[in-house]
């Protein structure tokens, strides 16, 4: 096999975006390896379909920067190339006047970060959705809805087509400097290339370890489940109705939202998973296990948010719990009006003092670039963090 100047480790939407954007625009020569044999089978098949506005994230941090700028390349992006996607908005609804202040909050935060956005009374709410149960709304005019399983084809057909090696059933086993840049280990043998991109997401950190560089941060595996509505339901949500995150919690709670193919989604809940990889409880890998119970972070966490982590783990176990979550949004739903819809594991990082990364973050060493936190809006601003990580790969190259 050849010597490519970049190989990328990940083939989930930021790994196939950044070779994208190396081999494409940049026309550097790219391998990438995939440990499935498919694209995009973990985090980024298994997410919401959300392109995202930038509407939570802190001004002037990476995500509200990346999100922003990626929502508008994510939808250039669809159009030029036939991705199917609709903007049509989104709701974020206070259900209580206690409520209000903290969508005004998140208003003024859309208005810092160049999010169209705008405060609505509830009856102008109920033009949007006419089930929806709010004393004022914020409508968000970007956020929209994209099959991300088929940018990510896009992208892998478009690698090929300009002569990248695209290897699936390649994990990295291995991976060590050599005299003439970095040589990855895989089962079919050894991958030669100057610089080294980890884009490998639930296993970001340990594929940083395996280069040699020892990261603060641990990858903590969170599983998010979904419910959806049964097809005679669906009439009660016609886009995308979230709640006021409240900002003492780390995730943004239960949502409803319609999805390209016309199901509408709720969810998801966040329990912590049993596996990197465990889409279900019975999902469980004594490996993960330890190393997520052996990091400080977890057991600071954990005593943290002891009572938020056992409600979640009961509206895990209880449909009706559930539907009771998503019924403050909508209140004519009922647990007979939902299904279980599978789930996602979001790699999210965490430090030794149990804080979790707010921001995306990136490591460099020589030859190497690490992209170690990349959940959502990782999705929507892919195209963005992939020009970021390319800009640091091309110095190397230099």
């Not at 440990?35 to 939570?56: D, F, M, P, R």
């Not at 991958?191 to 280069?211: I, M, P």
Request: hydrophobic content about 45%.
């Amino acid at each position: 096999m050849r010597e490519s100047d970049v190989v990328v480790v990940g083939g989930g939407i930021v790994g196939l975006a950044t070779a994208h954007e190396l081999a494409v625009n940049r026309g550097r020569s790219v391998t990438v390896l995939e440990k499935e044999t498919t694209w995009a089978a973990h985090q980024t098949g298994h997410n919401s379909g959300v392109i995202h506005a930038g509407l939570y994230y802190r001004p002037g941090s990476l995500k509200a920067r990346m999100c922003v700028a990626g929502n508008a390349s994510m939808v250039r992006f669809a159009r030029e190339h036939g991705i199917r996607h609709e903007i049509g908005g989104k709701l974020v609804v206070a259900i209580t006047t206690d409520e209000v202040p903290r969508l005004q909050v998140l208003a003024d935060r859309a208005r810092a970060n160049g999010v169209p956005a705008r405060m609505i009374s509830a009856g102008e709410a109920r033009e949007f959705e006419p089930e929806v149960a709010c004393v004022k709304a914020l409508r968000v005019e970007s956020t929209g809805i994209i099959d991300y399983g088929q940018v990510c084809q896009v992208l892998a057909d478009r690698l090929v087509d300009h002569g990248a090696q695209l290897r699936g059933a390649s994990p990295a086993l291995a991976i060590r400097e050599s005299s003439s840049g970095i040589e990855v280990a895989t089962p079919t043998g050894v991958v030669r290339a100057k610089v080294l991109v980890n884009c490998a997401g639930l296993h970001a950190d340990r594929v940083a370890r395996l280069a040699g560089r020892r990261p603060d941060a641990r990858i903590v595996p969170f599983r998010g489940e979904y419910y959806e509505l049964r097809p005679e339901a669906r009439g009660l949500v016609r886009g995308l109705v979230y709640p006021v995150p409240d900002p003492a919690l780390p995730f943004l709670g239960v949502h409803l939202t319609r999805m390209i193919d016309g199901s509408v989604h709720a969810g998801p809940n966040a329990v912590l998973a049993l596996r990197r990889e465990g889409y279900r409880w019975r999902d469980v890998s004594l490996t993960d296990i330890l190393d997520t119970a052996t990091f400080p972070g977890t057991w600071k966490l954990a005593r943290k948010y002891a009572r938020t982590g056992i409600d979640e783990v009961l509206r895990s176990l209880s449909r009706a719990r559930f539907a009771a979550s998503l019924a403050r949004l909508a209140p004519r739903i009922r647990p007979d009006d939902i299904v279980r819809a599978g789930a996602g594991v979001r790699a999210q990082a965490m430090l030794p003092d149990g804080s979790l990364v707010d921001d995306f973050l990136f490591e460099l060493a020589p030859r190497q670039v690490h992209v170690l936190n990349a959940p959502s809006p990782a999705a929507t601003s892919s195209l963005q963090i992939a020009e970021h990580v390319a800009d640091k790969v091309v110095d190397q190259l230099l």
